[in-house]
Nanobody, 111 residues
């Protein structure tokens, strides 16, 4: 199983980033997917999740209305569109399926 995140970087407050997670080694469409993040000195937290077919999503209160999770079951990809980014969104973002984790991608929001 491999989950490979990409798309992180440095962005100014109010900016946008789109994270991608490429999945392989398992039947992607059988699993719900989620994005998590971990800021320095804090516990890892759920940001958003999406059901197997993409029909239902769930968001942490802190990102509702700003972030959108989506998936492509043909390409075996899951995405996190992040808009109106704030400094408190700074963290390493991880993709997860079942008990499998990606290596993470750093998002830094700073002027």
């Amino acid at each position: 199983v491999q989950l490979v995140e990409s798309g992180g970087g440095l962005v100014q407050p109010g900016g946008s980033l789109r994270l991608s997670c490429a999945a392989s080694g398992f039947t992607f469409s059988y699993y719900g997917m989620s994005w998590h993040r971990q800021a320095p000195g804090k516990e890892r937290e759920l940001v958003a999740d999406i059901t197997r077919a993409g029909g239902s999503t769930n968001y942490a209160d802190s990102v509702k209305g700003r972030f959108t999770i989506s998936r492509d079951n043909v390409k075996n990809m899951v995405y996190l569109q992040m808009n109106s980014l704030k400094p408190e969104d700074t963290a390493v973002y991880y993709c997860k399926a079942y008990r499998w984790w990606g290596q993470g991608t750093q998002v830094t929001v700073s002027s």
